[in-house]
């Protein structure tokens, strides 16, 4: 039985390090997007883009997961991908010009 569990929790965590390196991929697409954005003068939301993801994530769900928590799932999925561009917008706001490797006064 143990070996079994070891077999099970190897491929657990191979899926796991995919999942890792698709979400890291679709949060650096999610950075592309906002720039694009951002140049355009447009908002980072966009609602109906936001619920056409959920619904499309739910319709096409084959379970055992619920359809209730694929929405969760996918829900914070968008709001990391958006905290990351917020986060990144508002450091390089918050970025103070370097003098000789230091930072400068204000």
Do not use: Y
């Amino acid at each position: 039985m143990g070996m079994a569990i070891e077999r099970w929790r190897g491929r657990i965590d191979a899926i796991d390090q995919a999942l890792l390196e698709l979400l890291n991929q679709r949060a650096l697409l999610a950075l592309e997007v906002g720039r694009t954005k951002r140049a355009a003068g447009l908002g980072l939301r966009d609602r109906e883009r936001e619920e056409a993801i959920l619904h499309r994530a739910r319709q096409r769900n084959a379970g055992p997961l619920s359809a209730a928590a694929v929405e969760r799932l996918f829900r914070a999925i968008i709001a990391e991908c958006l905290g990351a561009e917020s986060h990144r917008v508002e450091a390089r706001r918050l970025a103070k010009p370097r003098l000789n490797g230091r930072r400068a006064c204000a």
